[in-house]
């Protein structure tokens, strides 16, 4: 702890490490069990607990909680633990909870990713890099969030979801089934109503995939026929193409124990919406 920042009305725990150029702001609490790589910032009111692990250059907003005990009445205060990957931002007021029983030991949000003022991340969940949870989103115990996943504010999702990459859910939306990579999902039940083009291009993905994509989607969403024999046709049809292999690779998990999430479609633009036909959100 020599080389770390502790400010006097901060509670550090013996036990826990620091590295250096930590810093711990005003009435911060950290529990014995907590590991701090270099250049974590707790601005001020965090509380830490459990074995809890913070990445390098993680920076904790006031009144964030990280490492807490999980809402799972099962729980009997086994050892699990919390990790937070470098260089994400916790903003004020989120809740990060420790693993309960049941699933690896381990809640985890990935490198990079964003948790803006009160987002909750249940027990056991997954996070993968660079994933955004917007204001007030809410994730349920053993959520799995792909890689730059983008959930809007006040969302809601149930527990053992799986969320797949670049996917993007809008505010408000009440996720209960799982969104295939780069779907963009709406409403109360959320609809899967288009994918995330924008955010492909932003990632490098080109035209010509583009268009790809959307054919895909046509087929195993909106065309008409036994959902098993198009993903059948589209593993054929498309076995040359990536992304749609990433999407049938999610249907088809095994370890799935939720349904797809059913098609929809977009509500009028001046509700929030976008054109459906043009792909989606960014």
Do not use: W
């Not at 907590?34 to 250049?39: I, L, M, S």
């Not at 699990?80 to 994400?88: F, H, K, Q, S, Y």
């Not at 004020?92 to 690896?104: L, P, Q």
């Not at 088809?252 to 959100?281: I, T």
């Amino acid at each position: 702890m020599s080389a770390a920042e502790v400010h006097p009305s901060a509670v550090v725990a013996a036990g826990a490490l620091l590295g250096p150029g930590c810093s711990i702001g005003p009435y911060c609490t950290v529990g014995p069990d907590a590991v701090f790589e270099d250049g974590v910032e707790l601005v001020s009111h965090v509380v830490v607990e459990g074995a809890t692990t913070l990445g390098r250059g993680v920076r904790v907003l006031p009144f964030a909680a990280i490492g807490t005990p999980p809402q799972d009445t099962k729980y009997r205060g086994e050892p699990t633990r919390c990790e937070v990957g470098a260089g994400t931002l916790v903003r004020e007021g989120c809740t990060i909870h420790r693993a309960s029983v049941g699933g690896d030991g381990a809640t985890r949000v990935g490198a990079n990713s964003m948790l803006m003022a009160m987002a909750h991340v249940a027990h056991d969940c997954q996070l993968g890099e660079g994933v955004i949870l917007a204001n007030n989103a809410m994730l349920g115990g053993h959520v799995h969030v792909g890689a730059g996943a983008f959930i809007g504010g006040g969302a809601a999702v149930h527990q053992t979801v799986r969320i797949g990459r670049l996917a993007m859910v809008s505010g408000l939306a009440g996720v209960t089934n799982d969104i295939p990579p780069f779907g963009y999902v709406f409403g109360l039940p959320a609809r899967l109503v288009g994918f995330n083009k924008i955010g492909l291009l932003r990632r490098g993905a080109t035209r010509d995939q583009l268009r790809t994509l959307r054919a895909a989607n046509a087929l195993l969403f909106k065309d008409p026929g036994e959902f098993a024999a198009k993903l059948e046709q589209a593993a054929e049809r498309f076995a040359d193409e990536p992304l749609v292999g990433e999407i049938i690779d999610f249907v088809r998990d095994p370890s799935r124990r939720r349904q797809l999430v059913r098609p929809g479609r977009m509500a009028a633009p001046e509700l929030g919406g976008v054109d459906e036909e043009d792909g989606g959100a960014g």
